[in-house]
């Protein structure tokens, strides 16, 4: 028996990891479009790079409803100009901009370069459906601030109702990678705010004019919680795995950086078992593929044949926004095709509607 608690409908998450993540997430909405789940969401949960997939799809949206989702559209209106914006230096240019202008920061210059990419689009133009939340993280409470076109919310402060922001401020604040891309800072009006339940610092305005966010990945970089109460959970992770190092850095900045790293590993690996463990008892359809998931675990017959001398490293690619070559991109695009594959027919889909072939023949993975 499923829980009558849960939310009917079909959700996704797009971890973040830079453009590695955006790129990865690429080739699964290609696979969840071909076996027709793509049109059938009803929200998207993103974070930092999957942010970057996430936006492109959201404001493209209603041109591929209206022509039916066709492979092709897809392939015009979203692959073709995200592949584009990852073959930029996307944050070395922000870097260099912001650090010496008197007038612009380092997330203004991010900024514009998103509303470039998304045609200046704003949040109340999304559509209704799927609703698309981009998960950033509130350096002021701690906790995730969550942005999407009917309202944004920190669960300790309370909610505004229709926020009128460009979605490029939107992903800059979702991708604000710590601390050379961060903080990204939003202005809002102190009598914006609505109260809810258990917002206990609603009454100070401290935390309600000035809104200092950073990358979504600090508090949860899969992007589960919005979307962990619906009756069929999809979730796509290019999260960096955790790496062992046989010579621990001994210095101020190292240690920081290692123990940040531990600490997001295992939050990562307890939100991915929460998931499973949990999807069990309310008797939810889940399907879960990482970057670093081992393709013959999946039980579905007839998945992509894979070579692990070209997908064992995947995982170790950078997640930077910086410019990933057409080898890269098209690697990193099979690869999220193939475990997508793997893991829907492997739990949601239907397991005999096997894949023609690779997205990007010119790099296969076998």
């Known amino acids: 028996m499923g829980d009558p608690a849960l939310r009917p409908g079909v959700a996704l998450a797009l971890s973040g990891g830079g453009f590695r993540a955006t790129l990865f997430h690429m080739g699964a909405l290609i696979r969840l479009n071909e076996l027709g789940q793509l ?25 591929l409803e209206a022509g039916g989702f066709k492979s092709a559209d897809l392939e015009s209106l979203v692959i073709q100009p995200l592949r584009k914006f990852c073959a930029r230096n996307i944050d070395a240019r922000a870097i260099a901009e912001g650090s010496i202008s008197p007038w612009s920061s380092i997330s203004d210059v991010m900024v514009r370069q998103y509303d470039e990419l998304f045609d200046h689009a704003r949040l109340p133009g999304l559509p209704d459906k799927p ?43 979702s991708s604000a990678f710590p601390p050379v891309l961060s903080p990204c800072v939003i202005e809002v009006d102190l009598n914006s705010w609505q109260k809810t339940e258990g917002a206990d610092l ?45 010579q621990a850095r001994t210095d101020a900045i190292g240690q920081l ?52 001398a070209k997908t064992d490293g995947l995982q170790d690619i950078r997640t930077r926004l910086n410019a990933f070559s057409p080898a ?39």
């Not at 049109?39 to 041109?63: D, K």
């Not at 690869?335 to 023949?361: E, H, I, K, Q, T």
Request: charged share 20%; with cysteine.
């Open 39 to 63: 049109a059938t969401l009803e929200r998207i949960s993103s974070v930092s790079g999957g942010s970057i997939t996430a936006g492109m799809l959201a404001c493209r949206w209603r041109a």
């Open 131 to 173: 609703r698309t939340v981009f998960n950033t993280t509130n350096l002021q409470t701690g906790r995730d601030f969550r942005i999407s076109k009917p309202y944004m919310a920190d669960y300790r402060i309370g909610r505004i109702d229709g926020p009128d922001l460009s979605l490029g401020l939107v992903v800059a604040a």
């Open 257 to 308: 950086s290692r123990a940040l790293d531990i600490a997001t590993d295992q939050a990562r690996g307890l939100r991915a078992r929460y998931l499973i463990e949990l999807a069990r008892l309310r008797g939810q359809k889940t399907a879960y593929w990482g970057i670093d998931t081992r393709i013959e675990k999946y039980p579905a017959a007839n998945k992509l044949q894979t070579d692990p």
């Open 202 to 246: 609603f009454d100070s305005p401290r935390y309600k004019h000035t809104l200092t966010l950073t990358d979504g990945g600090a508090y949860d970089n899969i992007g589960l919680e919005p979307i962990d109460t619906f009756e069929t959970v999809l979730v796509s992770d290019a999260g960096a795995p955790f790496g062992m190092q046989d």
């Open 328 to 366: 890269e991109q098209e690697t990193l695009i099979n690869w999220g095709y193939a475990l997508c594959d793997a893991a829907m027919r492997s739990f949601v889909a239907d397991p005999v509607s096997v894949p023609n072939g690779w997205p990007c023949p010119a790099h296969p993975l076998n």
